[in-house]
């Protein structure tokens, strides 16, 4: 992101040398030498940040002030004034001016104070940039289910949306659309014209999880930046944060959050400042939360907290009635992305999609067509467009099947062993020959174990 700022200065010497300092940290400068020049340039290039001369020829600094702060309030303005003239700048300051420089003045010194007022601008810039995504992506029907648990989701959440302190936990395999969702919510609630913020807790190092959640004040630590830095519960002040990825939050962090909600208060990292935390909620796992309270690994109170309306993304191969709509949808927007003229998909093509198992969900489906799209010519997408899948379901088979988690009060191995028997026989549609095979024993070991379980199934 490149800033624009406006310098407004009757003084040549001062102008250019601020226009090469500033062009040298990499902004856009543009200069007028009178207030007038001043907001006709500022009407016409909308800057993001202004520099302005208190004592100007004809229209004064305090006249240009007020006139681009009726047009512009939340418009960072620094107002350079004449040494001894502290009253100025005491008035500048009621007028809503950012801060102010007493000349002559040290060029640190205006590159740290536009610094801190830019800060705020791009938070912003970002997040109109977000809305102005998610309202682009709304605007076009977003959201695709048309199977009956998508459209009961889809109206539950319609319904939290309205609420707009209510907190949402949102639960569903990887690439299931948890985030889509909660910008849905987000996009539906009276929330919606104030920020989005998501917050990954699984990537960041538990160690900075409360600095990026709260901010931290300067100095609180070493290696702190100079100002400090807004934490995103602030970011998302009057608008809603997005705790993604709930389930991997480190037992302090989880302390944290479950003062937030308890609370709506908060400390920056260092600072003794009370600060009010107006947000509303949503956090999304792929674990079943649940079962990681019972295993503790997650601290009911915050899980109870956070479950005040659960809204479950079923899995794509629960919900198949998408999988064609879906399949389509990604097609128009990648025809459009790579002037690209698909128009059909074969009925071989169409039973491989609806027979494929899409452990990645949405994700998965939307990925392997990007790949088809970009890759293929054509009008009509071909069964042998996606063979590619094949290998594929195997491996994200393998790796899904081993996937243990060894409860904390222990477990019993003979069930550990029917359940995998089980599972297999599930996955292989009850065939015997196959199961034994994704368990790596023989078909008469499987029987063996089949009969010293009493499991009972309908041979294939
Ligand atoms: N119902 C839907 N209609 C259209 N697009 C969808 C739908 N659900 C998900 N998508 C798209 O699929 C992709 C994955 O969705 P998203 O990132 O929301 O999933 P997720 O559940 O958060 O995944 P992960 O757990 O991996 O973070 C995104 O590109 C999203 O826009
Ligand atoms: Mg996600």
């Not at 001062?14 to 006709?40: K, M, N, P, W, Y």
């Not at 009621?94 to 007493?102: I, P, R, S, T």
């Not at 791009?122 to 648990?149: C, D, H, P, T």
Request: net charge negative; glycine share 8%; aromatic share 8%.
């Amino acid at each position: 992101m490149r800033f624009k700022i406006l310098v407004i200065d009757d003084e040549p010497i001062l102008r250019e040398s601020l226009e090469v300092a500033l062009q040298a940290l990499d902004f856009h400068v543009i200069s007028a030498r009178t207030g007038e020049e001043g907001l006709d340039l500022f009407q016409a290039e909308n800057p993001d940040l202004i520099l302005l001369d208190h004592w100007l020829p004809g229209m004064n600094g305090d006249e240009v002030l007020q006139k681009i702060k009726e047009q512009t309030p939340e418009i960072p303005v620094i107002v350079m004034t004449a040494q001894g003239s502290i009253e100025i700048a005491v008035t500048s300051m009621k007028m809503g001016a950012f801060d102010f420089l007493v000349k002559p003045f040290e060029l640190d010194q205006v590159e740290d104070l536009i610094k801190k007022a830019l800060d705020r601008v791009r938070l912003k810039k970002e997040v109109e940039w977000l809305r102005a995504q998610y309202q682009e992506k709304f605007r076009s029907g977003g959201i695709i289910g048309v199977s009956q648990k998508m459209k009961e989701v889809l109206e539950l959440a319609e319904k939290v949306a309205k609420g707009s302190e209510t907190t949402v936990l949102i639960e569903g395999e990887t690439g299931t659309g948890k985030e889509l969702l909660a910008e849905y919510i987000h996009f539906l609630s009276p929330r919606s014209s104030f920020p989005f913020i998501p917050i990954n807790c699984g990537a960041i190092p538990k160690d900075l999880f409360e600095s990026e959640l709260f901010g931290y004040e300067k100095g609180a630590f070493t290696g702190a930046l100079e100002k400090g830095k807004i934490g995103k519960v602030e970011a998302a002040e009057k608008g809603t944060l997005f705790l993604d990825e709930v389930g991997e939050l480190s037992p302090q962090a989880q302390v944290k959050v479950l003062r937030v909600l308890e609370e709506k208060e908060y400390f920056k990292v260092g600072g003794v400042e009370k600060k009010k935390a107006d947000v509303r909620i949503i956090a999304a796992t792929n674990k079943d939360l649940e079962a990681e309270v019972k295993k503790g690994n997650f601290r009911d109170d915050l899980y109870f907290r956070l479950n005040v309306v659960k809204l479950f993304l079923p899995p794509l191969r629960e919900r198949k009635e998408d999988i064609m709509p879906l399949f389509k949808f990604f097609v128009e927007r990648f025809n459009e992305q790579f002037k690209k003229g698909f128009i059909q998909i074969s009925k071989e093509a169409e039973e491989k999609i609806l027979a494929y198992p899409w452990f990645g969900n949405i994700r998965e489906l939307r990925n392997t067509v990007e790949r088809i799209v970009l890759l293929e010519k054509g009008e009509t997408i071909l069964g042998k467009h996606l063979s590619f899948l094949i290998g594929k379901e195997r491996e994200v088979e393998e790796k899904r099947e081993f996937k243990i988690y060894l409860p904390s009060q222990g477990i019993i191995l003979d069930e550990v062993e029917r359940q995998y028997i089980l599972e297999a026989l599930k996955m292989k549609k009850g065939n015997k020959l196959q199961a034994a095979k994704m368990l790596g024993i023989s078909r008469s070991a499987l029987l063996y174990r089949m009969e010293k379980y009493g499991i009972k199934m309908i041979d294939h």
